[in-house]
C-alpha cells in the first residue's frame, strides 16, 4: 500500500461511524479554522457499538486506508468505539506496515488526561457505547494516569440509535436516557462527574442535564481533543508541515448523500456537500 500513497501535504481526517464525530469536528475547528479537514462516516454501517472486538478493527482500518489513501497523514478517530476497540492494535500493527510517518490519534486519551482536575470526590462515572464499556478502555486509561480514582461505567446501547435516527426530541429519549443515568448513579452515589464517552452524546446533552443534579460535571470531549490535538500539532512541526492549510472541510459518507447531509445539520452549525465512498 505504500506505494500508494502520496508525500504531497493533505488535510486532517477525522473518522467516525456516523454522525457524532461530527461533534468533536466542529470543536476542533473552533479552535484551528486554519486547517483543512477530511470527515469520514461510516453511516452505512453504524452503529459500532454493539459490534465485535474483530469487526470494528476491520472497519476501522479500512477508514484509516482509505483517508490514508485520500491524502491524509494524520487521522483523529473520533470515536469511543473506535479508539477503543481498534486504535492500539493499529498504532502498534499496521501503521509500521502503511507507513511509519502517517500518525492515528484517538479521543479516550486526552479525555482521561484532565479528569483528576475535574472530580473533587475523586467518584467517576462513564456512559459510553457497550463495545467500549466492555473494552475497560476508560477505567485502564484512567488507572494508569490516577490509580486513586473509582470509575463505574454505564453503557448506553439506545442513546446512538436515538441521535442516529434523529428521535433526541421525542419522550421516548428521556425515558432511556434517565434509566441509564439512574442506573448509572445507583451504582455509586459519590459520583461528581459523568464522562459522556461517546462522541454522539453532546447531542442528547439539554436531556442529559435534565436527569443529573446540577452539582455533577459533565464532561464533553470536544474542547478536551480540540486542545489535545492543537498541543501535538505544536509538538510535532514535522506533522504540522504536512497538514494543509486552506479552511476548507471536505465529507465523505458511506451512506446516500441526502440523507448524510441533512442529519449532518444536525451537528454543524453549516451547509454541508458530502460525497458518497465505499469501504473494503
Ligand atoms: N460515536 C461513536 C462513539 O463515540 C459510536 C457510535 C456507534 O456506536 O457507532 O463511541
Known amino acids: 500500500m505504500e506505494n500508494k500513497l502520496s508525500n504531497q501535504p493533505g488535510p ?8 457524532g464525530g461530527l461533534t468533536i469536528l466542529s470543536k476542533i475547528k473552533e479552535a484551528m479554522p486554519q486547517y483543512d479537514y477530511m ?4 453511516n452505512a454501517r453504524a452503529p459500532y457499538g454493539p459490534r465485535s ?20 497523514h494524520l487521522i483523529i478517530l473520533a470515536c469511543n468505539t473506535a479508539s477503543a476497540k481498534a486504535l492500539r492494535t493499529i498504532q502498534i ?3 509500521p506496515l502503511l507507513d511509519v510517518n502517517r500518525r492515528v ?5 486526552p479525555t482521561v488526561e484532565l479528569i483528576d482536575q475535574l472530580t473533587k470526590s475523586k467518584h467517576v462515572g462513564l456512559v459510553a457505547t457497550p463495545g ?7 477505567p485502564l486509561e484512567i488507572h494508569k494516569l490516577f490509580p486513586h480514582i473509582s470509575v463505574v461505567g454505564e453503557s448506553c446501547p439506545m442513546w446512538v440509535s436515538l441521535v442516529e435516527n434523529n428521535e433526541i426530541n421525542n419522550e421516548g429519549a428521556n425515558f432511556f436516557i434517565k434509566k441509564s443515568l439512574d442506573s448509572l448513579r445507583k451504582k455509586d452515589t459519590n459520583i461528581d462527574t459523568i464522562i459522556l464517552g461517546c462522541t454522539h452524546y453532546p447531542l442528547l446533552l439539554p436531556i442529559i442535564k435534565q436527569n443529573l443534579p446540577s452539582h455533577i460535571n459533565i464532561v464533553t470531549q470536544g474542547e478536551l481533543v480540540a486542545e489535545s490535538l492543537k498541543d501535538y500539532l505544536y509538538r ?3 506533522m504540522d508541515n504536512k497538514c494543509t492549510k486552506g479552511g476548507i472541510t471536505r465529507f465523505y459518507t458511506t451512506e446516500s448523500v441526502d440523507k448524510f447531509q441533512e442529519s449532518a445539520a444536525n451537528f454543524l452549525d453549516e451547509k454541508i456537500f458530502a460525497s458518497r465512498i465505499t469501504l473494503d
Open 12 to 19: 486532517i481526517g477525522i473518522f467516525d461511524s456516523g454522525y
Open 39 to 42: 470527515y469520514l462516516g461510516d
Open 53 to 72: 472486538f474483530e469487526i470494528v478493527y476491520d472497519f476501522t482500518l479500512q477508514a484509516v486506508k482509505k483517508l490514508f489513501e485520500m491524502g491524509c
Open 93 to 95: 500493527n499496521d501503521l
Open 105 to 109: 490519534l484517538g479521543v479516550i486519551r
Open 132 to 138: 467500549t464499556i466492555k473494552s475497560e478502555s476508560y
Open 236 to 238: 510535532h512541526p514535522e
